[in-house]
């Protein structure tokens, strides 16, 4: 030991200390409870949940915690920490309802989890299509639907229900992806079958073709739904994550077998409303251009006159006119921003439809 360094505290000090900041965390936990209690009065008898909740508050209640953070937590723990704490809050008055893609144990639950904390209404629906029926029919607050894979790129089937919703896109979220071989199989040699969402299959490719060359591959509507098949088929294996392994009981017999190391999923946040600008922020258009030559060098033109940086370019069959196409755009900046209204209103005398998708605070990490 140094000379310069005090004597370490013996253990039953240091408990007898972290007993005392426990005491003092629990009650100004519970002091942030009541002040959040308050600011629910003080906005009179508000009857649904979705009145109380404010994401632009939220994303800059976390980005002070990011600011603060001076170790040794990172801050993707201590955002964790303060995103339960201010779920727990909310829901005093009552909890908001999320709709997923379900059963319980994906990751769009998962997601859900991240973006929310856990003491929301999770809602687990049967398809994409049911999520945004769930949100329209005012039955949840928001939905969470995933759109696009690093590795595998777009979630067709969710992007073109946009081109029919009038909901809005109100927050995104990008989940880490760990995808598992699960199953009773002692060994992979006595796997017949693999279950798995068709994303996480494409996922999952060359782990397959390398270690199951036989075995078959079926998609189906959801990992959740592959563990729930494979669980009582010793010779089947399911491709999920821990949630699914954990829900269903299901070994893990084979851990991360993603082919990107880096495999993450972007999910976005549908709701009824925009949001103000938090000063970090994303927007998604929609557009279809005209059936002229160069209309979508057109329809990008004024993104750049601006100086708007284009984040992400889709296109999918606008269901309109054969060979006609709607192109899914992400830009930085919220919609309020007078470049971006400046952008628009020079792409509207250029588009066929122009469909402001929505505007919402860009993912923290």
């Excluded at 925009?274 to 057109?298: E, M, R, V």
């Excluded at 192109?327 to 792409?347: M, V």
């Amino acid at each position: 030991m140094s000379e310069n360094q005090p004597p370490a505290e013996p253990l039953s000090a240091l408990r007898e200390r972290i007993d005392n900041l426990d005491r003092q965390i629990q009650s100004l936990i519970t002091e942030r409870a009541q002040f959040a209690r308050q600011v629910g009065l003080a906005k009179g008898p508000l009857k649904e949940a979705l009145e109380y909740y404010r994401p632009e508050r939220e994303v800059q209640v976390l980005r002070n915690v990011i600011d603060r953070n001076d170790g040794p937590l990172s801050n993707a723990e201590l955002l964790r920490v303060f995103r339960e704490i201010m779920s727990a809050c909310l829901a005093q008055q009552n909890p908001l309802r999320v709709a997923f893609l379900g059963p319980e144990g994906t990751f769009s639950q998962s997601a859900v989890q991240r973006h929310f904390g856990h003491s929301v209404h999770a809602v687990p629906m049967g398809s994409f299509e049911e999520v945004f029926q769930e949100v329209e029919a005012k039955h949840a607050d928001f939905g969470v639907v995933p759109v696009e894979n690093s590795s595998e790129g777009a979630v067709n089937h969710a992007l073109d229900l946009f081109l029919e919703t009038p909901l809005r896109i109100c927050g995104e979220i990008e989940l880490r992806i760990h995808q598992h071989l699960l199953s009773h199989a002692t060994d992979l040699s006595k796997i017949e079958r693999v279950y798995s969402h068709a994303q996480s299959l494409g996922q999952c490719r060359g782990w397959l073709r390398e270690n199951l060359p036989n075995a078959e591959r079926i998609a189906v509507s959801s990992n959740a739904e592959a563990a729930r098949r494979a669980r009582g088929a010793p010779e089947a294996a399911a491709i999920a994550g821990d949630a699914a392994a954990q829900v269903y009981g299901l070994p893990i017999l084979g851990e991360s077998i993603e082919d990107n190391v880096d495999n993450s999923t972007r999910f976005l946040v549908i709701g009824k409303d925009l949001f103000p600008p938090t000063g970090h922020d994303k927007s998604s258009l929609l557009l279809i251009g005209g059936a002229q030559p160069g209309s979508l060098y057109q329809l990008l033109d004024p993104f750049a006159k601006h100086g708007i940086n284009m984040t992400r370019i889709e296109s999918r069959p606008s269901r309109k006119g054969k060979w006609e196409y709607a192109f899914f755009i992400d830009i930085e900046g919220h919609i309020d921003d007078d470049k971006i209204q400046q952008a628009l209103g020079d792409l509207g005398p250029l588009a066929a439809q122009l469909r402001v998708l929505g505007s919402y605070p860009v993912s923290l990490l």
